[in-house]
């Protein structure tokens, strides 16, 4: 038997740990251990009871269209439980009104100029028409590629919004190599950024019919966050430990085994393995590295972070009858705090099917750099939700019969312009040990998916376990 520890609950971890014992040449030949620190799994999957609600109060939807998230929910036995948001359309603020999400944009970069005019001015409009296009070298941010192309307006009216949902982060200083490859691709090679967007506007449509497109976004009846606890019980079954509360303070070399430290420093605990994947924040991986890989954990020390918050409100109602659409998102131009609203009730079926009579609504607040909005009380923070809430509908909503505040300290890393290098570095050879997480590949969580399972496979092909190279047998699933 091989030992292999996963440091990490979150479900990249969960994923690297699935995939070691799932995968057909490593079958009862692993002692897979999984540690978290946390009390429970899951990371950024949570779940709260919201005015006799329980929901998602951590990332409440995946890509559909990455099949990496859906296929490891069917996997641990919860196929039957996938389900899409309503088809019904969000807005965008500006000037103070919402303006309908317009449809054939790529991360806000529009296809077709004509579909946001009124969101943009004539003006604006036109400058965007006129696109300029001249070659790009090397990485730069998204912001500072559409400002140059199209103008200023598209990236603080479109762009903007689009980025700060993904990563809580400002255009103008995300990679637009790791963000929006396909922009970068055509920044480089001298191509038009709005025939890009129309390009991919055909190909997301070329095999759906106009009355059933795929959907885009998947979620679990019950809540996203119910996913964690899924891949543990599965985990389980398969006889892999799974410890909570349990934080790994150093990680060191011993000849050829691995000997991690747990517990506090009066009660310290070794656990001897032959590999670790190391699925935790990258200001955490980088301490644990930073005796065996110190080139790795300066580059991965070098990785910002965006915190935010989540507030949730309940409302006594029925959703029809409070709300019209499925939320808006807000630029950082408009003089609002928040950043984005969603209508839980509205965008999730199961959820106004499963309580009929309340309306369940949610606010984000947070950018990176914008921690001292975050150091106001979970009062202040309603009270924020609720005004700006307000100002974009309009008129007030009654008063809440519950609220929740969920403070997501360090939560989404920064692609900033130069990340692939970090990456790089972070992942230079280190015998036994391999990364994975949202600061690598992506952040959404099928990328985090596939992030686990890739570090996973590395680890058995370095084990070779057994006999033939495991990338001779690829696991179920690969990278996209």
Not at 11 to 24: K, N, R
Not at 71 to 99: F, K, N, Q
Not at 145 to 158: E, Q, Y
């Amino acid at each position: 038997m091989r030992r292999v520890a996963v440091v990490g609950g979150g479900i990249s971890g969960l994923a690297a740990a699935w995939e070691l014992v799932s995968h057909p040449d490593a079958v009862g030949s692993l002692e897979v251990t999984v540690f978290d620190a946390a009390p429970a799994v899951g990371g950024k999957l949570a779940l709260a009871t919201v005015g006799g609600v329980t929901l998602d109060v951590g990332a409440e939807s995946m890509l559909a269209r990455r099949p990496e998230g859906v296929a490891l929910a069917t996997e641990v036995g919860a196929g039957d439980r996938i389900t899409h948001p309503a088809r019904v359309s969000a807005s965008i603020v500006s000037g103070g009104r919402r303006w309908p999400m317009p449809s054939g944009t790529l991360m806000g970069v529009p296809s077709e100029i004509d579909r946001v005019r009124g969101l943009l001015t004539d003006e604006e409009a036109d400058r965007a028409a006129a696109e300029r296009i001249s070659p790009v070298h090397g990485d730069v941010s998204v912001g500072d590629l559409v400002d140059a192309r199209l103008g200023r307006a598209v990236t603080d009216k479109l762009v903007e919004p689009l980025l700060a949902g993904v990563y809580a982060g400002h255009s103008r200083e995300i990679s637009a190599e790791l963000a929006v490859p396909a922009l970068a691709a055509a920044a480089h090679e001298g191509r038009s950024l709005v025939e890009t967007a129309r390009v991919a506007a055909r190909a997301a449509t070329a095999t759906a019919t106009t009355d059933t497109p795929a959907p885009v976004f998947a979620s679990l009846v019950g809540g996203l966050g119910t996913l964690p606890g899924l891949v543990v019980d599965a985990l389980r079954a398969k006889g892999v430990e799974v410890r909570t509360s349990t934080t790994v303070r150093h990680l060191t070399r011993r000849g050829d085994e691995l000997v991690l430290v747990t517990g506090p420093t009066t009660d310290e605990v070794e656990h001897v393995v032959d590999a670790v994947v190391l699925a935790t924040p990258a200001a955490a991986t980088s301490r644990l590295l930073r005796e065996e890989a110190p080139g790795a954990a300066t580059a991965l020390a070098g990785i910002r972070y965006a915190s935010l918050a989540l507030v949730t409100l309940a409302l006594e109602g029925k959703p029809t009858d409070l709300l019209e659409g499925s939320g808006f998102l807000v630029p950082p131009t408009e003089p609002l705090t928040i950043k984005a609203s969603t209508f839980s009730s509205v965008k999730w079926p199961w959820l106004a099917q499963a309580h009929p009579g309340t309306t369940v609504l949610r606010a984000s607040v947070g950018r990176a750099g914008e921690e001292h909005v975050l150091q106001r009380s979970d009062a202040e923070l309603v009270d924020v939700a609720l005004g700006d809430i307000a100002t974009v509908l309009g008129r007030r909503l009654p008063e809440p019969v519950d609220v929740h505040v969920q403070r997501w300290g360090g939560a989404l890393p920064q692609y900033e312009v130069g990340h692939r290098q970090r990456v790089e570095v972070a992942r230079a050879p280190l015998p036994g040990v391999h990364v994975c997480g949202a600061a690598y590949d992506g952040v959404g969580i099928p990328a985090c998916v596939a992030s686990g399972r890739a570090a996973a496979r590395a680890v058995l092909e370095g084990l070779a376990v057994p006999g033939e190279a495991v990338h001779e047998q690829p696991g179920p699933l690969g990278m996209m």
